[in-house]
C-alpha cells in the first residue's frame, strides 16, 4: 500500500523540557493504525505536531508527497487531515449543526443557509447517531458530544482522520458504530489514526501499531503480530503479571439507600449501597447513569424520593452538602466540571478540601504534601506541583479528577467513567486503589461504559435502561452478555 504520511525525526519540548525524542510515524492509505503508548508517552503531541496546532518542533513531515511541517492548522485541514481531539472542543452554546460546520457555513446570497446547514448535519450524523442539529451543544451527554466531534472530523472529507481516544465515553453500541464507518472510511482509501487505552479495539479495528515509550519510538508491528499482552509489555517496557482483582462485597450496613427517586427522566430508581461494598452501575449512553449520580451528589433536583446515608434521612441541595454527608463524586467530563484547567496541580488537588472547610487560606505546606502525595500514590507524570492541568496528558489530567476525592476522606465515592483515558498499568493501579478503599470501609459506586472495567471490579452490578434500573446482577453471573441483555431492553 502506498504511505500516505511520514513524519521523520520528531523532537518537540515544552518548557526546554523534550518530551518526544525524534520519534519516526508513517501511515498506509486506507489503513488503521494505532499508536499505543503510556500516559504521557507523547502520542497526542505528535498529532498535534501533524495538525499544526504545535509549530515549533523539529523534524519533516511529508503528506501526499509534500512537506507540510510549515503549514498553519487550517492549511492542514484543507490538505486533508481532520483529527478528533481527546478533549472535547465544542462550543456549547452553538448547535450541533453550527459546531460542525463553524466558520465554513453554507451561504444563500450572503447570509448563512441555516436549511441546507442542519440539512447537511443531519446527513452526516445518519451515519452515526440521531441527533438534532439543532440541538443546543450543552444539552447533549458527552457521549453525544463525542459523536458530534466525529461527525465534524468527516465533514471535511480529509484523507487523513486522526482519532484522539474516541471511544473512552462511548459504550458498546456506539464503538460498534464507529467500527462500522472507520471499515466503510478504508474502503474509501480514507487512513485513520486510532489513538486508544482499549487494546481490545485495537486489535479488532487497526491494521498496524506504532508504540511509543516516553516520547520515543519503540516499534511499529502488523496487528496479527501482537497480542494484547505483547502491545502493553511493549508499551511499558518489561512484563506484565496479571493481578487478580479482588471484588469487595461489603458489609450488611446500608451506606447509601437510594429510595424511590424519580424526575423528568429517571423513574422510581431503588437500591442500596452497603459500607465498603464496589456497586458497578452499567448501562448504555443514556440510560440515566449519570443524571442518577448528579441527583445523589445534588447536582440535579429530583421531583421525589429519599436518600438516606447511614440510615439518616438527608436533604442534598447542593455539592457542598453532598461534600458534608462525605459524598465524594469524580464526574466523567473532567473539562467540564472536574478540573480547573488553568490552575496547578497543587491547586487542584485541595479543591475539595478548601470548599468543605470553607477555608480558602489553607496552609501551603500541608497543600504542597498532599499534592505530592497524590503525584507519587497515582504516579502522575508532570514537572512540578505547579504545572498547570492544561498541560498534563489526558490520562494523568484523569488521575487528578480521582485522586483529589481520594484525598478528601469521602465515605461515598461515587467515580463516574474513572480510567477514562487511564493507560493499562495506571488502570491497574486505580482498581488496587479503589479495592484498597473499599477494605477501609469506604463505599464505591463505579459507573462505567467499560465493560471489562465492571466486570474487573464489582461484585454487583444494577443496570439502568432508559431511566430505569433493568435488573442487577450478583457474582457468577455478572458476564457481558447478561449485562446487555438488561441494557438494551431485550429480557423486558
Ligand atoms: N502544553 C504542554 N505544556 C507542557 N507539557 C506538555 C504539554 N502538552 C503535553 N505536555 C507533556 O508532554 C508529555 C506528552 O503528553 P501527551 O499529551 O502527548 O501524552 P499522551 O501520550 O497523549 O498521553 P495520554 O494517554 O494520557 O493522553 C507529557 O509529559 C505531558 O505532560
Ligand atoms: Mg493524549
Known amino acids: 500500500m502506498e504511505t500516505i504520511l511520514e513524519m521523520k525525526k520528531i523532537h518537540k519540548s515544552f518548557f526546554g523540557v523534550e ?9 498506509k492509505k486506507g489503513e488503521c493504525i494505532a499508536i499505543c503508548g503510556e500516559n504521557g508517552a507523547g502520542k497526542s503531541t505528535l498529532m498535534k505536531i501533524l495538525t499544526g496546532i504545535y509549530n515549533k518542533f523539529q523534524g519533516e513531515i511529508i503528506f501526499k508527497g509534500e512537506n507540510i511541517e510549515h503549514l498553519t492548522p487550517l492549511e492542514i485541514q484543507h490538505k486533508g487531515i481532520s483529527m478528533i481531539h481527546q478533549e ?7 448547535t450541533v449543526a453550527q459546531n460542525i460546520y463553524l466558520c465554513r457555513e453554507p451561504k444563500k446570497n450572503g447570509l448563512i443557509d441555516f436549511k441546507k446547514m442542519n440539512n447537511d448535519a443531519k446527513n452526516l450524523l445518519k451515519r452515526l447517531e440521531k441527533i438534532d442539529p439543532k440541538a443546543k451543544v450543552k444539552d447533549l451527554g458527552i457521549a453525544k458530544k463525542q459523536i458530534v466531534e466525529i461527525a465534524k472530523s468527516l465533514s471535511f472529507n480529509a484523507d487523513l482522520i486522526i482519532m484522539d481516544e474516541p471511544t473512552a465515553v462511548l459504550t458498546v453500541n456506539e464503538t460498534e458504530m464507529l467500527f462500522q464507518l472507520i471499515k466503510q472510511l478504508k474502503v474509501n482509501g480514507v487512513a485513520i489514526v486510532y489513538i486508544s487505552h482499549r487494546l481490545k479495539e485495537i486489535k479488532e479495528i487497526c491494521d498496524r501499531v506504532t508504540i511509543l515509550r516516553d516520547g520515543t519510538y519503540i516499534t511499529t508491528k502488523d496487528i496479527d503480530q501482537v497480542s494484547e ?7 511499558v517496557g518489561r512484563e506484565i503479571e496479571e493481578v487478580n482483582q479482588k471484588k469487595y462485597k461489603g458489609s450488611g450496613k446500608a451506606a447509601l439507600e437510594v429510595r424511590n427517586i424519580s424526575d423528568d427522566f429517571l423513574k422510581n430508581i431503588n437500591f442500596t449501597l452497603k459500607e465498603g461494598e464496589i456497586l458497578g452501575i452499567s448501562g448504555l449512553v443514556g440510560a440515566g447513569r449519570s443524571e442518577l449520580a448528579e441527583v445523589i451528589f445534588g447536582v440535579r433536583k429530583p421531583k421525589q424520593g429519599d436518600i438516606l446515608v447511614y440510615g439518616e434521612p438527608v436533604n442534598i441541595k447542593s455539592p457542598i452538602d453532598a461534600i458534608k454527608h462525605r459524598i465524594g463524586f469524580a464526574t466523567e467530563d473532567r473539562k467540564g466540571s472536574g478540573l480547573f484547567l488553568d490552575r496547578s496541580i497543587r491547586d487542584n488537588a485541595n479543591i475539595v478540601s478548601m470548599l468543605k472547610n470553607k477555608n480558602i ?3 501551603r505546606k500541608k497543600e504542597e504534601i498532599l499534592a505530592k502525595n497524590m503525584i507519587d500514590v497515582f504516579r502522575v507524570k508532570c514537572q512540578s506541583t505547579a504545572q498547570k492541568i492544561k498541560n498534563l496528558s489526558g490520562g494523568n489530567q484523569q488521575k487528578i479528577v480521582l485522586s483529589k476525592w481520594i484525598a478528601v476522606s469521602s465515605k461515598i ?11 493499562i498499568g495506571a488502570r491497574k493501579e486505580i482498581y488496587d486503589i479503589i479495592n484498597r478503599l473499599a477494605e477501609e470501609g469506604k463505599s464505591i459506586i463505579v459507573i462505567s461504559s467499560d465493560l471489562t472495567e465492571v466486570l474487573a471490579i464489582s461484585q454487583r452490578v444494577i443496570v439502568m435502561h432508559q431511566g430505569e434500573i433493568s435488573g442487577e446482577i450478583v457474582g457468577d453471573n455478572i458476564n457481558e452478555e447478561n449485562i446487555m441483555v ?7
Open 19 to 27: 518530551v518526544l525524542h525524534g520519534v519516526d510515524f508513517d501511515v
Open 88 to 94: 472535547l472542543n465544542l462550543l456549547d452554546e452553538m
Open 229 to 235: 499482552k505483547d502491545i502493553a509489555e511493549l508499551m
Open 361 to 363: 487560606f489553607n496552609n
Open 413 to 423: 465515592l461515587i467515580l463516574d467513567e474513572p480510567t477514562r483515558g487511564v493507560d
Open 486 to 492: 438488561l441494557a438494551t431492553g431485550i429480557g423486558e
